[in-house]
């Protein structure tokens, strides 16, 4: 009788143990998966950071290109307000000459020039 009790308990125990041994196994198995997982979400996240690198990179080298074509038309520009600064337009000598060359240049097709200002500012009173 004393025998059977030692072998239950001798059977209990090593069920206990076995039973400890399965858990301890599978959180190892657990550990390792999640330590995987931890690897591979690393890594994408260095992949993702090196993409925005890159992109940052090219992005300071358009900087750099745009400021140095901002600078030339920047250039131009003032070359251009000097340029301005120094043209004088000629001075009109002749009034009456001037005012040939703006009538000849407003001039419309089909008008005519009015001869008799009395008639039209009569006409215009009339209305």
């Known amino acids: 009788m004393i ?16 039973t400890l041994g399965i858990y301890i196994w599978s959180m ?5 998966s999640d330590l995987n997982k931890t690897d591979n979400d690393i890594n994408d996240n260095n992949k993702k950071i090196n993409d ?3 992109k940052i990179k090219d992005v300071v080298e358009k900087k750099v290109e745009v400021v140095a074509e ?13 340029e301005i600064k120094e043209v004088s337009p000629e001075p ?19 008008r005519r020039p009015n001869k008799n200002n009395k008639t039209n500012s009569a006409t215009k009173s009339e209305k």
Do not use: C, H, P, W
């Open 3 to 18: 025998n059977k009790i030692k072998n239950y308990i001798v059977y209990g125990i090593s069920a206990f143990l076995a």
């Open 28 to 32: 190892k198995v657990k550990k390792q």
């Open 52 to 54: 925005v690198d890159n």
């Open 70 to 82: 901002v600078k030339a038309t920047e250039k131009v520009i003032e070359d251009l307000k000097q």
């Open 92 to 110: 009109i000598t002749d009034v009456t000459e001037a005012k040939e060359n703006i009538i000849k240049k407003t001039k419309r097709r089909g």
